[in-house]
């Protein structure tokens, strides 16, 4: 950090670029995003680096700022097609579909992955490649198609174990879990999940090892264990709030929220979702503002509070619609049934 801060200071780009990038490297992978943001951003103060721009992108991204990140992206895009770096460019296609999957644009966030995908292959970056093939798995992870889904984290697997990526091995772990969540397998959704834990803990990936706690949270909570669910979601949260993961906190604490839902501490519930629902406007995630929403309007409904409930679900169609969400035509139904319920409230007195 000293040579950086005295080749910024000495104005020495050259210097600055390559030890920013190296630290860059190893901070990402502690999870230190603010810390990437602020070198990034000094050694930007010696011009437009494509390196830099990328780093800074990556850090704003888990940081909950995606419009500065796809704007950070953006800058080192352009830097690397001027200079035909193929294999950044690929890396940097796959950083800003994997910004608008966040953002619930799945299939804008398809649409970048699907053009880094043969960049990879042309170049021969297989760390690359096995990326790439595991962000579109979780496209269509989170369009419902898991039987797709699974078949890209199968082929990205044994890139990442025959190049040593022992993180994205990881992620991949994970990803493959929440297919069997997803399809009810929960036993072998748990057995992926227990088996990506260490792996996370032993690179020191504070950002997945979070994730993976909040992951086996959400099994332990669907097989009904709701006592043994919210321990792994409070050993997340604080770690989400440290690495300044705010995508990540809200949806942690949209899952405590649901644990305490289920035993039926609604106030409890509702505070969850409340501190949730902002951080979920503020990162731009509609897909999960919607989750929370909706669970409001549930409490709501419990409580006999109609109207709320309904205005609530109104917002929740109005965001389905917007990110193509497979839900849309159940909350659509939903909706109905608790207008119907108020009319029939109403008739009533």
């Known amino acids: 950090m000293e040579v950086h801060r005295l080749a910024v200071a000495g104005r020495d780009p050259v210097i600055a670029r390559r030890v920013g990038g190296r630290v860059a490297r190893v901070w990402l992978l502690r999870s230190r995003f603010a810390d990437v943001a602020a070198l990034a951003n000094a050694t930007l103060t010696l011009g437009p680096d494509a390196g830099a721009f990328y780093d800074l992108g990556w850090a704003l991204s888990f940081t909950g700022q995606p419009r500065h990140a796809l704007a950070s992206y953006e800058q080192a895009l352009r830097l690397y097609r001027e200079v035909g770096d193929h294999g950044n460019e690929a890396a940097t296609l796959t950083n800003i579909g994997g910004v608008y999957e966040g953002l619930g644009g799945w299939q804008r966030a398809l649409t970048y992955f699907q053009q880094a995908l043969p960049i990879t292959r042309e170049v021969g970056y297989r ?92 099994v332990y909570d669907g097989l009904g264990d709701r006592e043994q669910a919210l321990p792994y979601f ?23 929220g649901a644990v305490y839902d289920g035993l039926g501490d609604w106030q409890r519930a509702l505070t969850c979702y409340q501190q949730a629902l902002p951080i979920r406007r ?21 409580e006999g509070n109609l109207d709320r409930a309904i205005s609530e679900l109104e917002l929740v169609v109005d965001l389905d619609r917007q990110v193509g969400h497979p839900d849309l035509a159940a909350d659509t139904a ?12 109403r008739k009533a007195t």
């Open 234 to 256: 409070q050993q997340a949260l604080p770690i989400q709030r440290e690495v300044g993961d705010r995508a990540g906190e809200a949806g942690t604490l949209n899952n405590i």
């Open 282 to 302: 503020e990162v731009g995630d509609r897909a999960g503002e919607a989750i929370t929403r909706y669970n409001i309007a549930m409490i709501h409904q419990a």
């Open 127 to 218: 760390a690359g490649e096995a990326t790439t093939l595991n962000n579109i798995g979780l496209v269509y992870n989170r369009l419902g198609d898991w039987q797709r889904a699974l078949a890209y984290y199968q082929q990205a697997l044994p890139i990442q174990r025959e190049v040593g990526d022992r993180a994205g091995e990881a992620a991949t772990l994970n990803n493959i879990g929440r297919v069997y969540d997803g399809l009810g397998d929960r036993q072998q959704a748990l057995a992926y999940y227990q088996q990506a834990l260490p792996i996370l803990r032993e690179v020191g990936y504070r950002a997945g090892e979070a994730i993976t706690l909040n992951n086996i949270g959400g």
């Open 334 to 345: 939903t909706l109905e049934e608790i207008r119907q319920e108020r009319a029939e409230t």
